[in-house]
């Protein structure tokens, strides 16, 4: 009988009041139908198909920080790179800058020497002579102040071009951390949607009460725990001892029992195995 109602019901999905309310209901007594230990398994099914998407959403979670470091560290060095080639730049103008003093004082000394030519008094050949002097001692500190600079020029161009290398390195370090971590994020991806197709299939066999109970549980839980064994006599969820007429409750299947402590769903070991064994 149930199974033509359900029949009806699914080639006139539009069909509502009496017809629908019988379906929902001779559904929902066929769920209540399965045993509590059904019901048990069930929910640990879910939860260690839970657990099993959680640990890979935790992996995934950690692997861009991989490649963030990375970055960072090219980002550093790039930012490092900028600031010698600027000071490099820095230095090359100076010598520039001297290059063009050189010259004009050696403009300044032949315009001088002109002008010596043409003195009328030993004063004014002197004080000429003295304008020479100075402009040549000008050159001399230039030529020097030059000397010194390019020392410090081919210096830096070294750390530079050290510099410039190991930032190649680690960029290719990072292209190809990138292109790895691609793939195991496309890999867990692959696994996840499985997990979910699964998790997807057992959910449709608790009844709605159960399950929003197991996800209010799992979201207050900070490991995402809501369905948890009984390990040697204590709560699997919150560690607390269970008292031994609660271990038996828990065992006979009668009733859905929670940690008093936790309010997680307890099972038993006869449910862990049937849930492991069946993987
Ligand atoms: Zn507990």
């Known amino acids: 009988m149930a199974k033509t109602d359900l029949k009806t019901a699914a080639k006139s999905p539009k069909a509502t009041g009496k017809n629908g309310a019988a379906t929902r209901a001779s559904t929902k007594t066929t769920r209540s139908d399965s045993t509590i230990a059904d019901k048990l398994i069930d929910l640990y099914r879910l939860q260690s198909l839970d657990s099993q998407v959680d640990k890979i959403q935790t992996q995934r979670g950690e692997l861009p920080l991989e490649?963030?470091?990375l970055e960072d560290e090219v980002a550093g060095l790039e930012t490092r790179l900028s600031?010698?080639?600027e000071e490099l730049a820095e230095l090359?103008?100076?010598?520039?800058?001297r290059q063009n003093l050189i010259k004009d004082a050696k403009a300044q000394i032949k315009k001088y020497e002109a002008q010596q030519a043409k003195v009328r008094n030993?004063?004014?050949?002197?004080s000429l002579s003295k304008e020479i002097e100075f402009q040549t001692l000008e050159i001399q500190l230039?030529?020097?102040r030059i000397k010194e600079t390019k020392a410090l020029i081919d210096a830096k161009s070294?750390?530079?071009?050290?510099?410039?290398?190991l930032c190649k390195d680690r960029k290719k370090d990072l292209d190809h951390k990138r292109k790895e971590l691609d793939a195991i994020i496309a890999e867990t991806e692959k696994e996840e949607k499985a997990l979910q197709k699964k998790v997807d299939q057992v959910a449709a066999k608790v009844e709605e009460r159960l399950l929003v109970a197991y996800k209010r549980i799992r979201s207050n839980a900070r490991n995402g725990l809501a369905v948890v064994p009984v390990e040697r006599g204590s709560c699997g969820g919150c560690f607390n001892a269970i008292p031994p007429q609660r271990q038996l409750d828990i065992a006979s299947h009668k009733k859905l029992i929670i940690c008093e402590h936790c309010g997680r769903i307890?099972?038993?070991?006869q449910i862990v195995q049937s849930v492991e064994g069946a993987e």
Do not use: I, M, W
């Open 83 to 85: 600031k010698l080639q």
């Open 67 to 69: 490649v963030q470091d």
């Open 122 to 126: 030993n004063r004014e050949y002197d």
């Open 266 to 269: 307890l099972v038993d070991e």
């Open 92 to 97: 090359e103008t100076s010598v520039s800058d």
């Open 158 to 165: 070294e750390v530079v071009g050290s510099s410039n290398s």
């Open 142 to 144: 230039a030529e020097k």
